[in-house]
């Protein structure tokens, strides 16, 4: 597989979920991101920890999620435990944002 086959191989498969994104987003209460992931949800509990040397990590639990990755041959998952020392950011997805705009 030459370098631009690869290439285009990797362009379809983002626009390839793009697309299931754009498909499955309204179902969805919740994103989540952290530094490796990005998450669709419906439920998610954000627990900061901190270890015996005073570091703070912090423990990410969802449940119904859906995960950008796009090699992943099952995006969907029924409860996902991230573990990070990084920042997490926990969004609520406004419903009337994610409506298309009625046509006039």
């Known amino acids: 597989?030459?370098?631009e086959d690869l290439e285009k191989y990797?362009?379809?498969m983002e626009l390839q979920l793009y697309r299931e994104y754009?498909?499955?987003v309204g179902l969805f209460t919740y994103v989540v991101e952290?530094?490796?992931?990005?998450?669709?949800t419906n439920s998610v509990e954000l627990t900061p920890r901190s270890t015996e040397g005073g570091e703070v990590y912090?423990?990410?639990s969802m449940a119904d999620a859906w995960v950008w990755d796009m090699y992943r041959p099952a995006r969907f998952v029924r409860n996902v435990r991230?573990?990070?020392?990084?920042?997490?950011n926990v969004e609520e997805l406004a419903k009337a944002d994610l409506e298309p705009p009625s046509p006039s």
């Open 58 to 60: 912090f423990e990410v």
């Open 1 to 3: 597989m030459s370098a």
């Open 34 to 40: 952290t530094e490796r992931r990005f998450y669709l």
């Open 82 to 88: 991230v573990v990070t020392f990084k920042d997490v």
């Open 10 to 12: 990797e362009t379809e």
């Open 22 to 24: 754009r498909d499955v």
